[in-house]
């Protein structure tokens, strides 16, 4: 019973205190939840009129009740997610972004993990703990340092962006999804220790040289490859979208050292690279003048040996003339060699035989003459003499 149906309070009937006066509210009275109770009763009353007790109205409430159950069974998968459907706990299929149904809990369920989601996870390096130095990074060298495959230790900082593999809706083969969320316990954890793993064993085939300069691409594909390799064996349903080297440097005890050898070694590409240009500026210009040398003295040869070949073939034809009339032969290269050593001398005749003088002969000497006049007067008076 209320406390507005009783008589009275230890203070005589009616709702009144010690003073005179009943409780007082400092706002609206609240509804009596009593009546709000018989009220309801009433309308279902009206609803069901044999009451709850009947037949009729069991069976409205378990009909109310089944079909609340069955509806229960949609759900909303999010564009960036993958609906994972369980059957008593047990993985049957998968379902795409939407509205979708499966059968009601208990008997189903239903998991969405995001599937579009790119993942980052560095290695090597973690953000400061620091809030006056917003994103300023903490080295871990128990993560970063690594051996070469020349024995040398190598600082490398690098970051893993990854995915939950999708898999095709209804699909039970290669479920990503499903893999991930059940053979998976931590996946950051996974994924990490995968990364150091694979990284450290392509580091360990290589040397730091190429490592240093410029086999940074080659690096990132072949610790890609070899992460996804290893995470498929697994069956963790994760998709390894990228590895990206940050920092490749050697130890921080040592850094100042690589530095000048990585200087020397620039210095030696450099001069290499200048004595070979100059080598190919040089060795074909050899190369050519050596050839001019070369296809001169052949032609020198081959002039002399034609010449040499001239001389005997008129050798012969000489001696050929000469065997048929000696003395004429003999007398007409006696001329012909005065002719040719005097041809070009001043000459004084004289005649031994000559009586009552020195013996010498006048003559004209017609070529002197010509010597010594102008060309164009020299033609002129011949001229003259030809009319």
């Known amino acids: 019973m209320s406390w507005k149906n009783q008589s009275g309070g230890p203070w005589g009937g009616g709702p009144r205190g010690p003073w005179g006066s009943g409780p007082q509210s400092p706002g609206p009275n609240p509804p009596d939840l009593e009546d709000l109770i018989r009220r309801g009763q009433d309308r279902l009353r009206s609803v069901m009129p044999g009451g709850f007790g009947s037949t009729k109205g069991v069976i409205l409430v378990v009909a109310l009740v089944v079909a609340a159950w069955l509806l229960s069974g949609f759900y909303r998968v999010q564009p960036d997610e993958q609906g994972v459907v369980l059957r008593f706990g047990r993985f049957i299929a998968t379902s795409n972004p939407g509205l979708n149904y499966h059968l009601p809990y208990p008997v189903e369920s239903v998991l969405t993990p995001k599937v579009t989601r790119i993942n980052r996870i560095d290695i090597g390096n973690r953000t400061g703990d620091d809030p006056r130095r917003a994103g300023a990074l903490r080295d871990v060298p128990e993560e970063s340092l690594m051996l070469t495959g020349d024995e040398n230790i190598v600082d490398v900082d690098f970051a893993v962006f990854w995915m939950v593999k999708p898999a095709a809706a209804g699909s039970t083969e290669d479920v990503g999804a499903a893999d991930f969320l059940f053979n998976v316990q931590n ?84 001069l290499q690279n200048e004595a070979q240009a100059y080598a190919n500026r040089v060795v074909p210009e050899a190369r050519g003048e050596a050839s001019r040398i070369s296809q001169g003295a052949q032609a020198y040869k081959e002039r002399a040996i034609i010449e040499a070949q001239g001389q005997a073939a008129r050798f012969l034809s000489v001696l050929t003339e000469y065997e048929k009339a000696p003395e004429v032969t003999r007398q007409r290269i006696y001329l012909e060699t005065l002719e040719r050593v005097f041809g070009g001398m001043d000459k004084i005749i004289i005649d031994p035989s000559a009586q009552g003088g020195q013996g010498v002969v006048p003559y004209l000497p017609l070529g002197a003459l010509d010597r010594s006049r102008p060309a164009g007067q020299t033609q002129g008076t011949a001229q003259g003499a030809t009319r």
Request: charged share 25%; aromatic share 2%.
């Open 187 to 270: 996946p950051e954890g996974t994924i990490k220790a995968v990364a150091e793993s694979a990284m450290r064993e392509v580091v360990g085939r290589t040397n730091i040289q190429p490592i240093l300069t410029g086999a940074r691409q080659g690096i990132e594909q072949s610790v890609q490859e070899l992460m996804q390799q290893t995470l498929d064996r697994y069956r963790s349903g994760i998709l390894v979208t990228q590895v990206q080297l940050q920092k490749v440097d050697p130890p921080q005890q040592v850094i100042d050292s690589f530095r000048d050898v990585q200087a020397a070694r620039a210095d030696a590409e450099r």
